[in-house]
Each structure stands twice: as C-alpha cells, then as structure tokens.
C-alpha cells in the first residue's frame, strides 16, 4: 500500500520464541511452497514459509463479487506447524490498523547470504490495497534495503511498515541469512469491490495529503435548484418506472413534476426503457430524452412535442450547442444531432472499436443507418468549441471529436459516467466503480466519495446490488460557478460538492427505494 513515507516504525515486537525456533525448521518446509512462492514472486532467489497467502490472482475475481473472508484465505505448509507460535505476533501487528479487516499473508521470508532482489514495484491489486508489514527476525549490518534509492534499516524485533508502492529493492551482502515475518493486512476500508478503480490508489493518495490540510468546504455556499430525471430499475407494467423533480438544494424542497409511467416500453430487463434520462435546455423549452424518444416540455412540464429516430434507442446523456442537441443512442453505439430549428434528427456519428482504433463513420438518420449495437456502452456526449467529447463505460478513455478526426482526449476508468471537460485541459466525471466523483488534470487528482446510507434505511434494499441496483451508483452531473458541482446518485440522491475542498457540501434524498436512481441533472435557470 501507498503510504506517505517510505517506510516507518511502528513497534518493538517480542520476537524470542521465533528465533528460538528458526533453527529447528526443516529445510524442506522452506522449500515446500514452491508453487505459491512461484504465484506470488516468480522467480526471486529466496525461500519463504507460507502460514496464509492470497495470491493476486485470486484475490481479484474474489473482490469483484464484495468483501472476502478469512475463509477465502489459502493455508500454507506452515500453518500447522507454527501458527500457534506466529499468531500472538500477527495479533500484535494487526493492532496498529482498524479491525474487521482481513489478512491475507503471513510468511517467513528467507533471502541466503549473497542474494538479490532488484529493484521493483509491487503492482498487483491486492498489494495496492493491503498494509506491507516486516518484523525482522534475523539480520545483518551488511543487508542494504532501499526504498527509491535511499537506503532504509530494519532492525531485528521490530515492526515496519514498508511502501511497497514506490520502487525498492534489497541485497543480502552478509555471510549469513536474513529472514523476515512478512504479514499482509486488508483494512476493512479496502476490503470491496470499489477497489478495482482505477481510482483507488490516487483516492487514499488525495486523502493522506489532505489530511489537516484542506480547505473548509464553504458550507455557506448560495445553492440553486437543480432539475434531475430518474429510472427506477425493474418497475412493472402499469408502476411509474421513471420522474422529473426540482429539487431546491438550499432548502431541500423536492417537487416531482413529472411522473413517468408510460406503459408502452420494454419491460425485460433492469433498466432498458424504463425511466427518464438526459436534459436539455433551450430558450424556454426542456428537452428530455426517454429511452428512443425525445420530448420537449415547456416549463409547467406539459408535454409540448416529441420525437422518435429509428436510430435512438437506450439515450443516455444529451447536451445543448448552439442550436443542436446531440444525443447518445447507446443502443446503437452512435451519437444523434437534432437541429433544434428544424426539429429533426439531421446527422449521426456511429463509433466502433477495431484492433484498437476508433473508427467513426458519419450517417443521415433521415436516410439511412447502422444495425443496432451496444459494444461501447456510449453513455455520455459534451461539445464546445474544441469539438464533441464523447465517452463509454466499455473504454478507458475519452474520445474527442473534431473536423473529422477522431482521438484520446485522456484516461478515465472503466465503467465511467458523465465524464466533461473541465477547467483548463482537466476532466471531471462520475467514477461509478470506485463510488467517487472525480476530478483530475495531469497528476492533479481530486475526489469526493458518493453518499451511502445504512443498509436498513434502504427501501427494497433486498433486491439490490446483481439482482437490480445499488446504493452508491453515481449517474447524473453538472457544474454551477465556482467550483461547485452536483453530482446525482442511488437510492435517488443529489449532492452539491465543494471541489476545491474535495468535499461535499449538503446532500438531498428524494427517496431511500435502492430500485430509483437519479439520471440527468442540471442546474435550473428559471424563476
């Protein structure tokens, strides 16, 4: 795990019945392991006793489907020799970190007189996300460990936590062997499946550095009301499956304006037609996009017009330029334009994968255009005068576009929503994965993490997470001045967040039914 030192010292560790007892230990149960010494440090010239040990890529998949257990922690050859003797220490080094995390290591490693590790980072996820924690047992002055190049010393009967987040390495120049009690824990912060974010890492960066040292949140910010549509996942025939609410974020007023439940959808799956989702604003009109139909509502939420394409289908997101909407038909991995002064769907941009590339083919949604494909799962589209940016929950990048061209704007994580252009040459999004809003530029990285709620506050909270939806599922952003901006969630939640301080200012639930999650968002400029 990153911390923000290279290495530092925790405690003095009893370590006597451990050095007692190396001696006796049969060679052959140093070499025993091999197989999970092979997992685990590949080829390294060293020789290590395995109590406990999860290896990277089982821990992976393990993550992904929610919090592991101890259960889920492979015995080693060890166990049954020496966990009565090595428990106490784990007990003791485990202590220093909050409780109900998990360990998911313990080993005695061996490194013999004359042998190297050369400098490395550990990488995988499970070592990004679990405290590195060394007791030395036995050493010598002549053992040279290097953190980013500096040398460090461990000394015998104490414990150390190591960054092994940074490049190090360590040679054993001495005429004897160096063996250290190695112990992996999993804090329970760490122990989800958010943690396969890319963001994970540069989030627990963000809050070591702004520990004491951010700005207060300015809780008197003046705040607006904003306009948010939501989709209730897995409604049935004849329920309201979607709305449209004002919600005034200074006082916390919600008004629903418009409830949805037009029957002539497809019903099967979580979402598919269900619900309302991006908007719009233009002069006096709200523009709002339903799975394959656009409507224009005036501002008592009568339905004024609406317009259908046989090339829209599961829209996402839209957004005003000038005198266009674009739209995004992710049922067809296009994005649609409709001329706002001829009221009708004039062009479309069809985006597809191959070998790597973007390929972007132009068509008249009038005339002709693509067969039906979700391979992208394009769930955003912003334009400026730089061009239309565009991004998918199935690419790890933003795509812009301009005169014809096509390229990487920059990274962002699988799974992404709402990603937008912002400040000068930085992007701000929803990391839906990792539960975060998330702002970065270049090295400058910024989050706030999505409000959750106590799971017996839930309304259907038992139809949550695989089966339907989940709490902490972050959909729906946009920007007011002075870097505030609201960000839209699951159960139906908006929050206004100070991104300078990295913090949110005040949240406003319309309801706890786990089913509703927030769409489109947008700040409303009328009286």
């Not at 122990?191 to 949140?217: H, M, T, V, Y």
């Not at 006096?284 to 829209?312: G, H």
């Not at 699951?490 to 089913?515: C, E, G």
Request: proline residues 6%.
């Amino acid at each position: 795990m990153w911390i923000t030192e290279r290495c530092r010292l925790l405690a003095e560790m009893d370590i006597g019945a451990l050095v007692e007892r190396l001696p006796e230990l049969p060679e052959e149960l140093w070499l025993s392991d091999q197989v999970m010494q092979k997992k685990i440090a590949g080829d390294r010239d060293t020789n290590s006793i395995f109590l406990l040990s999860l290896a990277s890529v089982d821990f992976e998949p393990l993550i992904e489907k929610g919090p592991i257990s101890a259960a889920d922690v492979p015995r080693g050859a060890g166990w049954d020799l020496l966990h009565e003797l090595i428990d106490p220490l784990v007990a003791q080094v485990i202590a220093h970190f909050p409780a109900g995390g998990v360990v998911t290591r313990v080993q005695l490693a061996r490194m013999q007189p004359g042998c190297e590790i050369t400098p490395h980072t550990d990488a995988s996820l499970i070592l990004m996300a679990t405290h590195r924690l060394h007791v030395p047992i036995v050493s010598n002055p002549q053992v040279d460990f290097r953190v980013t190049g500096e040398r460090v010393v461990l000394e015998a009967g104490k414990l150390y936590e190591v960054n092994n987040r940074v490049q190090h390495s360590v040679v054993n120049g001495g005429d004897a062997a160096r063996v250290h009690l190695i112990v992996d824990y999993l804090p329970p912060e760490n122990n989800k499946p958010s943690i396969c974010s890319r963001n994970f890492e540069s989030r627990n960066k963000q809050l070591a550095a702004n520990a004491g040292n951010r700005p207060r949140a300015r809780l008197d910010a003046a705040l607006p009301t904003v306009i948010a549509t939501s989709v209730v996942r897995g409604a049935h025939k004849n329920q309201s499956h979607g709305g449209v609410y004002l919600v005034d974020m200074a006082s916390g007023k919600v008004d629903q304006v418009v409830d949805w439940n037009n029957c002539d959808i497809d019903w099967s799956g979580r979402g598919w037609d269900r619900g309302l989702r991006g908007i719009a604003l233009h002069n006096d009109k709200i523009y709002i996009a339903a799975s394959d139909e656009l409507y224009c509502f005036d501002q008592k939420f009568n339905v004024i017009a609406s317009f259908r394409s046989p090339y829209l289908k599961h829209a996402h997101e839209i957004v005003r330029f000038e005198e266009h909407l674009l739209v995004t038909s992710t049922g067809f991995d296009s994005i649609l334009r409709f001329d706002l002064s001829e009221q009708v769907f004039d062009k479309g941009w069809r985006l597809r994968q191959e070998s790597g590339r973007m390929i972007v083919s132009l068509f008249d949604p009038r005339q002709t255009g693509p067969e039906p494909a979700n391979t992208l799962h394009l769930n955003n589209v912003y334009q400026d005068d730089t061009g239309i940016f565009a991004s998918a929950r199935q690419l790890p990048f933003v795509l812009r576009l301009n005169k014809g061209v096509v390229h990487r704007y920059c990274p962002i994580p699988l799974g992404t929503h709402n990603a937008l252009p912002y400040g000068d040459g930085g992007i701000l999004y929803q990391d839906t994965v990792g539960e975060l809003v998330v702002f970065q530029k270049g090295d400058e990285f910024a989050s706030v993490a999505i409000p959750r709620y106590p799971e017996e506050a839930l309304v259907n909270g038992d139809l949550g997470d695989d089966r339907l939806a989940r709490q902490g599922f972050g959909r729906g952003l946009c920007v007011q001045a002075e870097g505030i901006v609201f960000c839209g969630s699951s159960p139906s939640t908006i929050t206004a967040i100070d991104l300078r301080a990295s913090a949110p200012i005040k949240s406003v639930n319309i309801t706890m039914d786990i089913r509703n999650a927030i769409h489109g968002l947008e700040v409303w400029p009328y009286d």
